[in-house]
């Protein structure tokens, strides 16, 4: 359907995306998939492997994944973490 969010980004293997707080790892999260809706809001759900509970309450944070043209980064506008699974709201990616 066209209303509904579509896969932008998916985990390959053991990748892993970090959520950062300007040089210090708040979190970081395998199984990532990152979605986007038709309004352009941008999703990230995935399962957290490591994370500092107290970086994760610092702004501005934003979450960095590897392609193969560099890394990738998106602001994060509101995050929560249940058990091990994290979901965050997302800005566009930088530079887009």
Request: aromatic fraction near 8%; charge should be positive.
């Amino acid at each position: 359907m066209l209303d509904e969010p579509r896969p932008l980004f998916t985990a390959k293997g053991d990748a892993r995306g970090l959520v950062k707080h300007a040089y210090h790892v708040a979190a970081e999260v395998s199984g990532y998939v990152i979605t986007v809706d038709p309004a352009r809001r941008f999703t990230l759900a995935g399962r957290v492997a490591s994370s500092d509970p107290y970086l994760l309450t610092q702004t501005p944070l934003v979450f960095v994944i590897p392609t193969t043209r560099g890394p990738m980064r998106w602001p994060v506008e509101s995050l929560t973490v249940t058990a091990d699974q994290l979901r965050a709201r997302l800005s566009a990616p930088e530079g887009s």
